[in-house]
């Protein structure tokens, strides 16, 4: 196993397994931070690395419902789709994730939102993809980057938000 530690974010690359664990606690609470995971307008806004911007072409989130979007690095455009398989509100996300450029390799996301009762939130968030090889291509993507850029966007997003 490997594990990478920001002072935020924990990420843990599993040896026994093809998956990958994400473990971010948020200033906020539960609710906003599961709004800012389902709502698409708010998803589009903290999404990715910083040099990139996000466009929703679909979003029906609820348990059964479907996503998709388009992210823009330069003149590149990379479309990525999925299937929400299960929406417990303020307790849980399952989905399916693909990226369009390699639609063979779906991965299967679920994340939990825990309320640490202090407005306060720990998102604990799994990716289980089908090989090592598809685990360790993602990790060499620059995944890190972008989940530590999307979730300091993420926290600044939840800052600037009016409380619910």
Known sequence: MTTS???ETTITVHDDVPMITLTREFAAPVERVFRAHTDPD???RWCGPHDISTTITGWDCRTGGSWSFDQFVGDDT???YGSFHEIRPDELIVQTFTFAGFPDGVTLERA???DLDDGRTRLVATSLVDSF???D???ASGMEV???EGYDALD???GAEAPS
């Open 5 to 7: 530690t920001h002072p």
């Open 42 to 44: 708010l998803y589009a």
């Open 78 to 80: 990379l479309s990525f």
């Open 112 to 114: 939990t939102f825990s």
């Open 133 to 135: 090889e598809a685990r």
């Open 137 to 139: 291509a993602m990790v």
């Open 146 to 148: 972008g989940i530590r």
């Open 156 to 158: 600044d997003l939840l």
